[in-house]
Structures are given as structure tokens and as C-alpha cells.
């Protein structure tokens, strides 16, 4: 009796999931390891799923951009890595919703809190700029910017804003003493 | 001197260099996102600080990528500078940067190089149909 109920109960978390999944406009959703090889197959299954849905093709390349750039950040500076020494796998989730209006991609990873501080008037200063700020501001991080060990750029959250003409939304979650969950979203509208 | 040929792949771009002078050839097209871009673009670079000792009369490379990720457009900037102390150098230099007529970013993208470098540009259009 008691194995039946267990049994019913993982069928049911499955119709409820799907029903959250629904309810959210959610199209994909994973948790785990972000490597280069899902970042590549993530990304192309989004660009042949939005082909099919007769997007335009700068809509397109727009959601690829976010896309990789968003799974990138995860794989770099995600703190949660299965193996110490693993430069590009960190974990974390990754969410794609859509409706009439809008794609919504988002990223939820664990981060040290010594960084946040650093992350936070990262993002506020692209997220106050505008078109001819944010350009002048890639300018200036191309040319002058650093490439970290990780084949960071720190040009990213840059050219997420300045693909979609939108900012970003983000937040932290505490953890611990020593650890934060950072959820960021990028939003591309449909009619842009 | 050597030629460079790589093949293009999902991630790494097609890369042909070739100074031959009866019928030179550079050109980086296609896709950029490789998992390392220092360890994929450090052999082009060094191409270029061997070319530079000794270049022909007219460079002019070619770019035509349909994507490439920001790290590496740092990679990209670095190549372009190599272009430019060649310039600077009073050698003939041209980048033509080719981006697909109906793709505004890949067209900015190219004016923003060209704005950034002190390297002639020609900004070159063409349709994927």
C-alpha cells in the first residue's frame, strides 16, 4: 500500500510540474551542469524552435546571443562545480519562457558573496545606461577590458542589454554566510 | 611562409591565411563561440606577428561571421590591432567586413570595429537567399 501511494505521488509531482510549467509560460527549464557542449546544443535547439515559429531572423539571432551569453555566465562563474578544477562546467539553472509578447531567458546560480558587491554596480551601471552610453561603455571594455583566465570578456550583461534594448532584472537570494542564489532574467520582446 | 586552414565547425569559425603572393587569401567566417578562445585564436595571432615581419604590398583580410560570442570579440580587436601597428607601419592594410544584408548587429558590430581601430574598412553587404 504504502509503495502504490509513493508510486501515485512521483506520477502526480509530474502532472504538477508540467502544470507550474504551464502556468508560467515555461518552454524549457534544466538544473545541473552547464558545459560547452549543452551551451551549443541548448542554444541550437532554441534557434531551430523559434525558426519553426516563424520569428524573424534578427529575433532570432537575438534569443542565440542572450542564450549563449546567459549559459556562458553560468559555466564561468557559477561557485557550484562538481569538479574544483572545472573551468567551464558550473551549475545552475536555466529557464526560456514565452508568450504573445515576449522570450524570457533566465539564470539562477550560486555565487560567492565577496562577489556580489562588484556584480551588483556591474549590472546597476549597464542597466542605468542607454543606447549611447551602453556603446561607448563596450567601446571603452573591448579595447581597455582584461580577458580572465576563463576567457571572460566582462562585455556580456553589455551586449545582453544592448541586443534586447532592455534591462536587466535580477536578484539575490541569501544562502549562508558565505553564499548567495543570483536569479538574473533577460527580456526580447516578439515586436522589436 | 606557412598558410593557415582551419575548418569551421558549430563553434569555431572557418580561418584561412594565406599570403602567397600570386593569390593571397585571408578570411575568418562562419561561427565563434569556442569553449577557449585564447587557445583557438593564439595561433592566428602569432600568424600575424610572423606576417607582419614581412607582409605583401596589400593586406586585406576578410571577415564574414553570421555570430560570434563576446569573448570573442576581444579575440577579434586583437587580430584587428595586429592590423593596425601593420598600418601604422605605413603598409597597405584593408578589412572588409562582411555582414548578411538584413543583420543590423553584425552591421554595427563592423562600424564599431571600425571606429575603435585606426585600420581602413570596407563594410560589405551581402544576402543569405
Redesign the interface.
Given at each position: 500500500m504504502a509503495e502504490s501511494e509513493k508510486n501515485k505521488a512521483k506520477l502526480h509531482f509530474a502532472y504538477d510540474f508540467y502544470k507550474i510549467m504551464k502556468e508560467s509560460d515555461v518552454t524549457f527549464a534544466y538544473e545541473g551542469e552547464i558545459t560547452?557542449e549543452i551551451?551549443?546544443a541548448f542554444s541550437?535547439l532554441a534557434e531551430s524552435h523559434i525558426a519553426l515559429n516563424n520569428e524573424s531572423?534578427?529575433l532570432q539571432?537575438?534569443v542565440?546571443?542572450v542564450m549563449?551569453?546567459s549559459l556562458?555566465n553560468i559555466s564561468k562563474h557559477s561557485s557550484e562545480r562538481k569538479f574544483k578544477d572545472s573551468m567551464?562546467a558550473g551549475q545552475g539553472i536555466f529557464l526560456v519562457t514565452k508568450d504573445d509578447q515576449e522570450y524570457n531567458i533566465t539564470t539562477g546560480n550560486v555565487v560567492l558573496n565577496e562577489k556580489i558587491p562588484a556584480l551588483k554596480e556591474h549590472i546597476e551601471k549597464i542597466n542605468s545606461g542607454n543606447k549611447k552610453t551602453l556603446?561607448e561603455l563596450?567601446?571603452k571594455k573591448?579595447?581597455f577590458?582584461k580577458?580572465s583566465d576563463k576567457?571572460?570578456?566582462g562585455?556580456?550583461f553589455?551586449?545582453m542589454v544592448r541586443?534586447t534594448g532592455e534591462q536587466l532584472i535580477y536578484t539575490f537570494l541569501d544562502l549562508n554566510d558565505k553564499k548567495t542564489y543570483f536569479v538574473l532574467t533577460s527580456t526580447i520582446f516578439r515586436t522589436k | 611562409m606557412r598558410i593557415i586552414k582551419i575548418e569551421g565547425t558549430d563553434d569555431t569559425p572557418q580561418v584561412t591565411l594565406d599570403a602567397n603572393p600570386e593569390n593571397p587569401f585571408m578570411e575568418i567566417s562562419g561561427r565563434s563561440l569556442p569553449e577557449d578562445v585564447v587557445a583557438f585564436y593564439d595561433p592566428i595571432l602569432e600568424w600575424l606577428d610572423e606576417y607582419a615581419e614581412n607582409p605583401l604590398e596589400k593586406t586585406v583580410l576578410n571577415i564574414k561571421l553570421e555570430y560570434f560570442n563576446t569573448a570573442s570579440s576581444k579575440l577579434l580587436l586583437d587580430i584587428l590591432l595586429k592590423l593596425e601597428d601593420l598600418s601604422e607601419a605605413d603598409h597597405d592594410v584593408l578589412v572588409r567586413w562582411h555582414y548578411p544584408d538584413d543583420d543590423e548587429d553584425m552591421e554595427e558590430a563592423g562600424e564599431e570595429y571600425e571606429d575603435i581601430v585606426e585600420v581602413p574598412f570596407e563594410q560589405v553587404s551581402y544576402s543569405i537567399d
Open positions: 560547452h551551451t551549443k541550437s531572423n534578427a539571432k537575438r542565440f546571443h549563449v551569453e556562458q567551464f556603446k563596450y567601446k573591448i579595447k577590458g580577458l576567457g571572460g570578456a562585455l556580456g553589455i551586449d541586443k | -
